[in-house]
């Protein structure tokens, strides 16, 4: 059943041709067989889900169904879910069971979609790998020795190997589109604010958002239909009412005009990579599609800019976790500042640990203007590119890293060339801007997607691209075959 897709599994729920209970209990047997090789997944959630299927099948029977009703999904481990452990990855919320539901479990839960558990993660989202977990790292399905991507490298592991259909995730400088290209999935990370973040734990708030993740356009189109919409709790929420992702879906291409950044294609780009991402580019062409060269000068200011504000807003997000009213709480402390001290020193992993002392000295006296408020200037600067590109074109394309996915443990001792993997994706977030992975291709067995970037609010015109993009090719289509 994992072999089909959401359209399939839809139309054979709804015929009564096989029920939700079946196909999430054949999800779950796939998680007892395989997640322990991959530990791709925190918790699973085999009661929960069940009963959700149950209750998904009384629906189906009854005719109150909807498209995505008795189709299981994993929910990354940063959405807080009523009764279940969210620990973020990290030994600080290692015990913590969520007292309430994040607005998108709220959303998925309303459309009938049984949760299969909760998936593994870069501490806090913060990482590119996924090996900065409590849990240990998750490996590629593709192949164990390379990583998954990150942060929502669970959740990309768990749609390639067939261990859930659909996932959630969140994307704050790439966590959803890099490790979608190097699990070989579609990823979104929508226009901010167009998915609530309330119930997310919060690493960079400027910056979180979260987004679809599945094997195709089409199927994020409907997961994005389902988690997007306004939510009051959340002050950063649009307020856009009847839009529907599919609906452009099979609109052709002809006459789109596509922006090629010259900066894209310079040092630091594997030639391999380069020629899969061309080749696709091509492909789109072939459509009717017309490229042109546009400019994003400021393209390296990026990286320097994230890296003051993410953690500048991640030092205060994370002051919270104290020792005091939940999370990890240290041993027999001698006063209030030992217990401060000592549970965040024993709570927190190193990469945390780093961004906390390195967002705390950007907004320190004395250091704000030269550094914070710098990188706000460059944010802009960064953003500004992006409008003047919008001009001459539709939409801009490139890589979505400029490698495919690296062995574990190979940047483990050197942060900084980890945080060049996210070189082409952290300026669509500084922007704010909707950007997607599409699969398109592999470099030594290890596949490599396609970034698409649009305008504020142009989700259904890059999903429409990528969908008639994988009209003409069958990247999505593939699988390791271990796990086939």
């Known amino acids: 059943m994992h072999n089909l897709t959401i359209k399939q599994m839809s139309e054979k729920l709804h015929a009564g041709e096989i029920t939700s209970v079946q196909l999430t209990q054949h999800y779950l047997d796939r998680i007892a067989k395989y997640d322990g090789e991959l530990n791709a997944y ?11 299927a149950r209750e998904a099948d009384e629906r189906l029977q009854s005719g109150t169904a909807e498209l995505l009703t008795g189709i299981p999904v994993a929910h990354k481990d940063i959405f807080c879910t009523d009764g279940v452990k969210t620990s973020c990855s990290s030994k600080m919320l290692d015990n913590f069971i969520a007292p309430y539901d994040a607005h998108v479990v709220t959303q998925l839960k309303k459309v009938g979609m049984p949760i299969l558990g909760k998936t593994n993660m870069d501490e806090f989202a913060m990482g590119s790998s996924s090996e900065s977990s409590y849990y240990g790292p998750t490996k590629n399905p593709w192949d164990h020795q390379a990583v998954p991507g990150g ?27 890099q490790p979608a290209s190097f699990c070989g999935i579609t990823g979104i990370k929508p226009t901010y604010g167009t998915v609530s973040r309330f119930g997310i734990v919060a690493y960079a708030s400027s910056f979180d958002q979260a987004g679809p993740m599945t094997r195709s356009a089409e199927e994020a189109a409907w997961l994005l239909n ?6 009051e709790r959340d002050s950063t929420s649009l307020q856009r009412e009847g839009v529907d992702y599919a609906a452009e879906l099979n609109q052709p291409l002809k006459g789109l005009k596509v922006g090629v950044p010259a900066e894209y294609f310079g040092e630091g780009l594997d030639p391999q990579v380069e020629k899969v991402v061309k080749d696709a580019i091509a492909e789109i062409q072939k459509q009717g599609a017309e490229v042109i060269e546009v400019s994003l000068p400021n393209k390296d200011l990026a990286v320097p800019s994230y890296y003051v504000l993410a953690p500048a807003e991640a030092s205060s997000n994370l002051s919270r976790f104290d020792g005091v009213r939940f999370g990890y709480r240290c041993e027999k402390p001698k006063d209030l500042q030992d217990l401060y001290t000592r549970s965040r020193a024993e709570g927190f992993g190193a990469e945390v640990k780093r961004r906390i002392m390195v967002g705390a000295y950007a907004l320190s006296a004395g250091f704000y203007d030269a550094y914070y408020l710098k990188a706000q200037k460059l944010r802009r600067m960064v953003r500004d590119d992006f409008t003047k590109a919008f001009e001459q074109c539709d939409v801009i394309m490139g890589p979505v890293a400029p490698t495919p996915a690296f062995n574990i443990g190979e940047k483990t001792d050197d942060p900084t060339s980890m945080y060049l993997a996210d070189l082409y994706t952290i300026p669509v977030n500084l922007a704010g801007l909707p950007g997607l992975s599409v699969p398109a291709g592999f470099v030594n067995n290890r596949p490599v997607g396609l970034h698409i970037v649009g305008p504020y609010f142009s989700e259904a015109k890059l999903l429409n691209i990528a969908h008639q993009y994988q009209q003409t090719t069958d990247w999505h289509k593939q699988m390791p075959a271990q796990y086939q």
């Open 151 to 177: 942060s929502s490298g669970g959740a990309a592991a768990v749609i390639a190997a067939g261990l859930a259909p659909m996932a959630t995730g969140t994307d704050t400088g790439g966590s959803i589109r």
């Open 226 to 231: 389902a988690m997007a919409g306004f939510d």
């Open 42 to 52: 925190v918790t699973v959630t085999p009661e929960l889900a069940m009963e959700m």
